[in-house]
């Protein structure tokens, strides 16, 4: 069936460490992938996305490896930050179709320890 | 500020009321989404609108009821609500209503049933 997972619930990092969250997910037909951080509080914050016809991309600070043979997607935050303590989710979805439905896992709280 | 916004903040309530969260999407979105977020069951996606018409049904229950109005704003409604139906319900927005769309998320509203 379709669903997204992660492996740890939790991560603890010391600030200027980098970190790395992973995700699993099921749907080989998914071709379009998310990452998004939620601060306490507040919504859901895009951070990166990434097509299925990539394997590395990366942003300011963060990098989302995808790799299709295993369906394993993960996200890599260079120098951490207490300001990046948050929980981190990834998103999937198929693109075709003329209905989008972005399905996410469960969330990884990460903690950045001074 | 996402661009996304979300009334009420907060509300509280008895089992067996209704009540009504409201959207209004960032300028510019079509489509509308609404999310609910619980701790055992991470975001779940309920259901879509693009440019007044439901794209997408996810998990919503038949109690709860949603629309897209002329202008844009989305309003869920829900009721009969028992205690499980706390939770954070999300409203995000996105130009398009299909394909690699990256949705942006409101700060939610936090709905306790007591």
């Known amino acids: 069936g379709e669903s997204v997972g992660l492996h740890l619930p939790t991560l603890s990092v010391q600030e200027g460490d980098n970190s790395i969250i992973n995700c699993a997910y099921s749907?080989?037909?998914?071709?379009?992938f998310i990452w998004y951080k939620q601060e306490s509080g507040k919504g859901p914050q895009f951070i990166i996305d990434?097509?299925?016809?990539?394997d590395k991309r990366q942003g300011q600070r963060v990098t989302v490896l995808l790799n299709k043979t295993v369906k394993h997607l993960s996200l890599q935050i260079a120098a951490t930050q207490p300001g990046d303590s948050a929980v981190y989710f990834c998103?999937?979805?198929?693109?075709?179709?003329?209905?989008?439905?972005?399905?996410f896992g469960k969330g990884t709280l990460l903690t950045v320890n001074p | 500020d996402s661009g996304v916004t979300q009334t009420p903040k907060h509300l509280i309530t008895a089992t067996g009321q209704r009540v009504t969260l409201r959207c209004s999407p960032r300028?510019?979105?079509?489509?509308v989404y609404w999310y609910q977020q619980s701790l055992d069951q991470g975001l779940q996606f309920l259901i879509q609108y693009y440019n007044g018409e439901e794209r997408a049904k996810g998990n919503i229950l038949e109690r709860f009821s949603a629309q897209q109005f002329p202008d844009l704003h989305s309003e869920l409604n829900l009721s009969s609500l028992e205690l499980g139906d706390s939770a954070l319900y999300f409203c995000a927005s996105s130009v398009w209503g299909a394909g690699a769309n990256v949705l942006t998320f409101g700060a939610g509203s936090r709905l306790t049933v007591l």
């Open positions: 998103a999937e979805n198929k693109s075709g179709g003329s209905n989008y439905k972005l399905t």
């Open positions: 749907n080989s037909a998914s071709d379009y």
């Open positions: 300028s510019g979105d079509l489509s």
């Open positions: 990434i097509r299925s016809n990539m």
